[in-house]
């Protein structure tokens, strides 16, 4: 009994379970190609509808990239068109802040130039006056001629002016 001489009864339960075996093989192959085929099928078509998913993410993607670019083109140029504006603006509200200051120093210059004139006129008459005054205690009697007395003042503020302006 060895290999080359098997023993009947064994040979025959060994090719009656081997049948068994394969007779249940055969009927369970089929199913498990078929649930293979199945599987098979389920990821290919999972496979492209990933692919499909995928593909159309990327249109998205790049139709949002499109608006998106757009949109910080827009945002530029509106930031670039109030920059604009607002160096205009400041140029303007300059040009009226520089003009309102002219008119202001005008206004002031015509105000002083009126002021000195008024101040002079006061000065004129109280150095007159005082001077008058002065002389008339110098000579021990008032003087009365103030016609006269304007007509000497007023030849002596005109030679100091024309001594000053030399």
Do not use: W
Not at 16 to 39: D, G, H, Q, W, Y
Not at 45 to 65: D, H, N, P, S, W
Not at 114 to 133: N, P
């Amino acid at each position: 009994m060895g290999p080359l001489k098997p023993n009947l009864i064994e040979l025959i339960v060994g090719l009656i379970s081997f049948c068994v075996v394969l007779a249940a093989m055969a009927k369970v192959l089929p199913r498990i190609e078929k649930t293979l085929a199945e599987r098979e099928e389920a990821t290919a078509g999972t496979l492209e509808q990933a692919e499909a998913v995928r593909l159309e993410a990327q249109r998205i993607r790049a139709e949002y990239q499109a608006e998106l670019s757009a949109a910080r083109h827009e945002a530029s140029r509106i930031r670039q068109a109030a920059h604009e504006e607002g160096v205009t603006l400041l140029a303007v509200v300059r040009a009226e802040g520089q003009k309102a200051r002219e008119e202001m120093v005008v206004a002031a210059i015509v105000q002083l130039e009126a002021d000195r004139v008024i101040a002079e006129a006061e000065l004129r008459e109280d150095v007159l006056g005082l001077a008058t005054e002065l002389a008339g205690r110098v000579i021990g009697e008032p003087i009365t001629d103030l016609d006269r007395a304007r007509a000497v003042a007023d030849d002596f503020f005109a030679g100091e002016e024309a001594a000053t302006k030399s």
